[in-house]
């Protein structure tokens, strides 16, 4: 039968192996995977490091964009607010000529 492991054992043992303390047959013999598994887990993590990178940068967009949006609304409303209350105040003072 197969063993499965959680991503959370995997991320602990790969952080062992990107340590470089010990090597890869010891590393095996502390957690009980074999070498070769370790060795795709490893190459797993390098080749998708770039992606979550890329991913971060993503995001990092994705929260101004939504700040933006939020900051823009707030804006638009207190503009609509003063728009009403300068309407308001021309009118009482006869200042407005209609």
Do not use: C
Request: net charge positive; no cysteine; aromatic share 8%.
């Amino acid at each position: 039968m197969r063993k499965h492991y959680t991503a959370a054992f995997k991320a602990q043992v790969v952080q062992e192996i990107l340590k470089e303390d010990r090597t890869i047959a010891q590393i095996s013999a502390e957690f009980g995977v074999h070498p070769t598994m370790l060795h795709k887990w490893k190459n797993t993590v390098i080749e998708s490091m770039t992606d979550l990178f890329q991913n971060e940068a993503k995001k990092n967009v994705s929260v101004i964009n939504k700040e933006h949006e939020k900051e823009l609304e707030a804006l638009y409303s207190e503009i609509g607010r003063l728009t009403t209350q300068l309407t308001w105040i021309k009118k009482k003072s006869g200042l407005n000529p209609e």
